[in-house]
């Protein structure tokens, strides 16, 4: 089974899996950097009892930047595979 996505990806071509993330260490930054967010807010909305407006915004927050740090490209990588 091959996953197909809209946008250009690096593929494996052992496995025939389409990987998303552009670079490892900006992943690794934007799941850093956003899970403490979206942990903190389904846990405050855990002991309300629900999502509150600023869980609900801050969940969307950490979420937003864990898929920023997937789809970015490092600042040494051209829109190729090769470094500047």
Do not use: C, E, W
């Not at 946008?7 to 552009?22: A, D, G, L, V």
């Not at 490892?24 to 855990?46: C, E, F, H, R």
């Amino acid at each position: 089974m091959m996953l197909r996505f809209r946008y250009p990806q690096r593929q494996i071509k052992n496995n025939q899996k389409t990987i998303i993330m552009k670079s490892y260490k900006t992943t690794l930054a934007g799941i850093l950097a956003g899970l403490p967010v979206a942990i903190q807010s389904i846990l405050d909305a855990y002991n309300a009892g629900q999502f509150t407006g600023k869980s609900l915004s801050q969940l969307a927050v950490g979420i937003g930047v864990i898929l920023i740090g997937v789809y970015a490209k490092d600042h040494n990588v051209t829109g190729g595979t090769t470094q500047q």
